[in-house]
């Protein structure tokens, strides 16, 4: 399968506890996107990484979360002392990208947190 | 007020009916806008990519923007019950990734 891949699909945790969440992009995308998305809403934009460089972070980013790609290709996203308000479905997107090209993503299938 | 608006339904209609879906925006940095569909549970795919205004078909999907109005349309035309599913509007600014998603509109084509 060539699409975007994430790990693991479902994660149950408690308050209080850390989490990471892996991304695997298409391949030869350069580009890599973390997104948010509760139940009812659209996606939210948390952050984007060219290559390896973290370019844009969200305002919704707080301390508690990080994201990193270390050598341009998979990348994780740690949520820190989860909170309930965490719970949600976290999605991984990639496009190729250039200076004179726009958006065309495509989304893995999302990590859907729970925090009890 | 939200930078992308869409109407989160539910829309129901018959099969072979035509669907139209939309959104509007307030951002007029906006040039690059997409439409995706999401069943549940599962991740958002990418039906219509579009640059700019103007109109863009493939196969039984139109997408149309009118970035005078800050207003994009998808339709889909004889619609079937294998399209009852979430549509997503979304769009950036130009060589911006951060995209802005409406909150999708739920649509049953019912046989």
């Known amino acids: 399968d060539t699409g975007v891949s994430q790990n693991p699909r479902h994660k149950i945790t408690k308050r209080g506890q850390n989490v990471t969440f892996r991304c695997d992009p298409i391949s030869e995308h350069n580009r890599l996107y973390w997104y948010r998305q509760t139940l009812g809403q659209g996606p939210e934009f948390l952050t984007y990484?060219?290559?390896?460089?973290?370019?844009?972070k969200s305002r919704l980013l707080s301390d508690r979360f990080s994201a990193e790609r270390p050598k341009g290709s998979f990348s994780t996203l740690e949520i820190q002392r989860t909170e309930q308000g965490d719970s949600a479905m976290y999605l991984c997107?990639?496009?190729?990208?250039?200076?004179?090209?726009?958006?065309?993503?495509?989304f893995g299938q999302g990590t859907r947190l729970t925090v009890v | 007020q939200k930078e992308v608006e869409q109407d989160p339904g539910p829309l129901s209609v018959p099969e072979g009916a035509i669907v139209s879906l939309n959104c509007t925006y307030s951002?007029?940095?906006?040039?690059?806008f997409m439409w995706y569909r999401q069943y549940s549970r599962k991740g958002p795919e990418l039906l219509m990519y579009t640059y700019s205004s103007g109109n863009k078909e493939d196969g039984r999907f139109t997408a149309q923007v009118d970035k005078s109005s800050k207003y994009i349309s998808l339709f889909i035309r004889d619609s079937q019950p294998s399209d009852s599913a979430t549509y997503l509007c979304a769009m950036s600014p130009y060589n911006n990734n951060d995209m802005r998603f409406g909150a999708g509109t739920r649509l049953t084509v019912k046989p």
């Open positions: 997107a990639s496009s190729l990208g250039g200076a004179a090209r726009g958006t065309e993503a495509f």
């Open positions: 990484f060219q290559n390896e460089a973290q370019l844009e």
């Open positions: 951002n007029s940095a906006f040039q690059y």
